[in-house]
Nanobody, 115 residues
Framework: QVQLVESGGGLVQARGSLRLSCSAS????????LGWYRQAPGKQRELVAT???????NYADSVQGRFTISRDNAKNTQYLQMNSLKPEDTGVYYC?????????WGQGTQVTVSS
């Protein structure tokens, strides 16, 4: 049974920091591309960052230089360090694990940034 469980969301003031974690089980974590996505109210889900099995990282322009994605294959966990948060970063953050044929999602964790 595949599970991805996010944690670390919450309410933070603008310019603050949060660290999201996503613990995975039920699939071969180390060979999957991992990612974080977010969805603001009334908007479509959008890419935040991805990290491939070989460590290649991609960020959305809106978070470049402020967010850092990482993975720990020994712990089957991925992270998203979010610094210098802005109100427009508010939304539900989802972790994702995917390969060429499968894509798994967590249930989401709410991040709210107050101005």
């Amino acid at each position: 049974q595949v599970q991805l469980v996010e944690s670390g969301g919450g309410l933070v003031q603008a310019r603050g920091s949060l660290r999201l974690s996503c613990s995975a089980s039920g699939f071969i974590f180390s060979i999957y591309t991992l990612g974080w996505y977010r969805q603001a109210p009334g908007k479509q889900r959008e890419l935040v960052a991805t990290i491939s099995s070989s460590g290649i990282i991609n960020y959305a322009d809106s978070v470049q230089g402020r967010f850092t994605i990482s993975r720990d294959n020994a712990k089957n966990t991925q992270y998203l360090q979010m610094n210098s948060l802005k109100p427009e970063d508010t939304g539900v953050y989802y972790c994702n694990g995917r390969n060429n044929v499968r894509s798994y999602w967590g249930q989401g964790t709410q991040v709210t940034v107050s101005s």
